[in-house]
């Protein structure tokens, strides 16, 4: 297994678990279950550590990919600056959740803090998770590119031709 390879398979666990975070966090709020949001918390915690292994996989699999023929840098540069933003809102998400969790144990009434300023933080990852995966894919994926996209890459490749 190459970098590219191990930066798929991990990339997916922090994308994924930010969202099914938020969505269980919101739902503790709804039904007023503490259970609930407790677990969001570890949920957002396995996140920012997943979180580690896709960044710091990333510049290893840019090494193998940008060599591939009709891979655009551009989209690779755009892909890591959001990687980079996403990846620093969900370790503050996780370090406010290790926080919030013993706020939760050893003082119940401030932890409420905690969670709302969690909420805002789990919206925030859950919107840069969505640019940072769509990005990611629009390297390699042509079926989700824009219409702009395949523009600079097909100018990109033919200027190279000359």
């Known amino acids: 297994m190459n ?6 398979i991990v990339n997916h666990l922090p994308i994924v678990g930010v969202l099914i975070g938020l969505l269980v966090l919101f739902i503790g709020f709804i039904l007023n279950k503490p259970q609930l949001k407790v677990t969001a918390l570890g949920i957002f915690i396995f996140s920012a ?8 996989s990333g510049e290893g699999a840019e090494d193998i990919v940008e060599n591939i023929t009709g891979i655009s840098e551009t989209l690779i540069h755009t892909h890591e600056a959001y990687a980079e933003r ?6 503050v998400l996780g370090f406010v959740s290790v926080v919030t969790m013993f706020l939760k144990i ?15 933080l789990s919206v925030l990852s859950t919107v840069l998770a969505k640019y940072v995966g769509t990005s990611g894919g ?6 989700i590119r824009t219409d702009t996209t395949l523009i600079e890459i097909y100018s990109h490749d033919d200027s190279e031709d000359y």
Do not use: D, N, Q
């Open 106 to 120: 050893e003082s119940p009434k401030y932890a409420k803090y905690g969670f709302m300023l969690i909420l805002v």
């Open 86 to 91: 996403f990846f620093t809102s969900i370790l």
């Open 3 to 8: 970098e590219a390879h191990f930066h798929l």
């Open 138 to 143: 629009e390297i390699r994926h042509t079926e």
């Open 49 to 56: 550590v997943a979180s580690v292994a896709a960044f710091y």
